[in-house]
């Protein structure tokens, strides 16, 4: 039985309305239940584990989709739902990186009639992300000036470098440890990625997979003028740790700040003066288009 929760900001749409009436005359019993507000999708995943609700599909945004794997992991894995996604936020970023249609229709049939396969998700001490975890400069840009991030990594350091002065932003000094890596510094930004991209489209994990039991991490140290060329460099080649631009992959990581930051969990906001970050491997059933680029194949 296929059970869907519904942000209640979207619960008008008029194609929503349709394309459930549509995948009921295909598949059968199609239920909705509808969001009122924080808290109500924690409760509704609860209660279809408790109504035997075999799959449950998050119709929202990130935070949505948050909440619910937040919930979702608190069942046991035995009687853990599988979980499908129908993209309805303004970013979309996990939807868009999996491939998830933006079709509502599309998706809710995919959702619906595809098998699930097990991803990873991070664990933010006692919390959870299954797409981004971000600090420093990204989330004060996030929460402030959205149109501007779309320059952030764009392959201009001179950008990043006039938004950082304009916004009297303060870098974050710290310490950050991982598997075989230690970092102590100032740093512009950080982010510890399960998938690729936050932000509203901005790659900032490009090779990231969620299936693969590692969490991509990046790193923007502090940088002085005389040295964007390089720092463009290292922005645009991906697959390179450099001097400013750090980047690696760990099962877990350990930030360390000089003071509480706050830290933004698929877009939600988490504040604390230390994070544990562990990846969980295959530990949420995700419905997934076949080809979808973010899983890893053997």
Request: hydrophobic residues 40%; aromatic residues 6%; proline residues 6%.
């Amino acid at each position: 039985m296929n059970r869907i929760i519904l942000n209640g900001k979207k619960a008008g749409l008029e194609e929503m309305r349709s394309a459930v009436t549509s995948l009921r005359e295909e598949a059968g019993t199609v239920e909705v239940r509808v969001t009122w507000e924080h808290g109500d999708a924690a409760r509704l995943v609860k209660e279809a584990s408790r109504d035997g609700i075999e799959r449950i599909i998050a119709a929202g945004g990130d935070g949505t989709i948050n909440e619910v794997v937040n919930s979702l992991v608190q069942i046991d894995r035995a009687k853990r739902p599988t979980l499908g996604i129908i993209p309805l936020g303004t970013a979309n970023d996990f939807a868009t990186a999996c491939a998830i249609p933006q079709n509502i229709v599309e998706a809710l049939r995919l959702a619906i009639h595809e098998q699930p396969v097990p991803v990873d998700i991070g664990k933010a001490n006692d919390r959870y992300f299954i797409n981004v975890a971000t600090g420093g400069f990204v989330t004060q840009v996030t929460a402030t000036v959205p149109t501007q991030l779309k320059d952030f990594l764009g392959g201009t350091a001179y950008t990043l470098a006039a938004m950082v002065k304009s916004l009297n932003f303060t870098p974050s000094h710290g310490r950050l440890i991982a598997e075989g890596i230690e970092i102590e510094g100032s740093a512009i930004t950080g982010a510890v990625c399960n998938c690729r991209q936050a932000g509203g489209g901005q790659l900032l994990a490009p090779n990231a997979f969620i299936n693969d039991g590692l969490l991509d991490v990046l790193v923007i140290l502090t940088f002085p003028l005389s040295d964007v060329p390089q720092v463009v460099q290292e922005i645009l080649n991906p697959g390179i740790d450099g001097k400013y631009i750090r980047r690696f992959q760990s099962p877990w990581v350990e930030s360390w700040p000089d003071r509480t930051r706050n830290v933004n969990l698929d877009g939600e906001p988490f504040e604390a003066d230390h994070i544990r970050f562990n990846v969980l491997p295959g530990e949420i059933d995700l419905v997934l288009p076949l080809d979808c680029p973010c899983i890893k194949h053997s």
